[in-house]
């Protein structure tokens, strides 16, 4: 199983996964501690240039995993569900080059988080949808040419106000119905938002992309009150034996969470 650290780009205003290292620094450190990949929240399409992201990485023997779209929203304040048509128009636009972006950089994967947007206070909840799906469609038809997957993660109710479920989420991806759209899921959002953990990771079962790991507080996982061994559980029955993500708040530094992190994910799957 490969274990991927999120690192936000610097200068980005994402909360989590930030360092004061730069970006190239922070990979080579991922690397001697003994992760597998990286994954990056941008600040934006090329910022990190994807080559260089790419070579770095590559240079100490680690894949890029994935791009998380967030920055298109949080940076730009584009978002799939805006009540203006154009607004909406420049969110494609930017996805669609987010995902250039992850294949230049050889990322497999693009998730789709707060660039969904939030229903505005009197907008339809209908008509969200209706244009959520509308451009998530469009951007998973160019992820496919691409050979890409976007994975739509729920995200908790402080930080988005619908698609908060496994449930609900998997509704919406059977309305896209695209190959190329998958599920993605994050125990710190599941942690807030389902009845079970466990049985929501069951549900999921095959449309399941990628994982994030944090533990209830965000922290590394084994530092908060997250049962991780019910989690881990859950995977191994629905087969899932791709990477595991730990996108978790880089205290108290770096070095100390990063290792703490990936000591606790190793210990969960030991070595068959
Ligand atoms: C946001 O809380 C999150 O979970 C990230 O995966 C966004 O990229
Ligand atoms: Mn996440």
């Not at 992760?35 to 590559?58: H, S």
């Not at 703490?260 to 994910?265: N, T």
Request: charged fraction near 20%; proline fraction near 5%; include cysteine.
């Amino acid at each position: 199983l490969n274990v991927s650290l999120y690192l936000s780009a610097a200068g980005s205003r994402f909360w989590a996964a930030s360092t004061p290292l730069s970006l190239t620094d922070a990979i080579a450190r991922a690397a001697g501690l003994g992760y597998d990949a990286v994954e990056i929240m941008p600040r934006d399409v090329d910022d990190p240039d994807p080559e260089t992201l790419r070579q770095t990485a590559g240079r100490y023997g680690l894949r890029v995993m994935a791009l998380a779209s967030g920055f298109i929203a949080i940076e730009r304040g584009l978002t799939f569900t805006h009540p203006e048509a154009e607004i909406r128009h420049q969110a494609v636009a930017a996805m669609r080059r987010c995902l250039e972006a992850a294949r230049r950089a050889r990322a497999p994967l693009v998730s789709i988080g707060v660039i969904r947007g939030k229903l505005q206070a009197g907008a339809v909840r209908a008509d969200a949808l209706t244009h959520l799906t509308e451009c998530v469609r469009e951007c998973g038809v160019y992820a496919e040419e691409l050979g890409l997957t976007l994975a739509v993660e729920p995200g908790n109710r402080y930080e988005t106000d619908f698609l908060h479920t496994v449930a609900e989420t998997l509704d919406f991806l059977a309305d896209v119905n695209l190959p190329s759209v998958r599920l993605m899921l994050d125990t710190f959002h599941m942690n807030i938002e389902e009845v079970s953990i466990a049985d929501a990771i069951r549900r999921a079962g095959p449309h399941l992309a990628h994982v994030h790991f944090a533990d209830s507080n965000r922290r590394a996982p084994g530092w908060g009150h997250l049962d991780f061994y019910a989690v881990v559980e859950a995977l191994r029955e629905v087969g899932y034996s791709r990477a595991v993500g730990l996108e978790m708040i880089l205290a108290p530094d770096f070095e100390v969470a990063a290792r703490q992190g990936l000591q606790f994910v190793r210990g969960l799957f030991p070595p068959a």
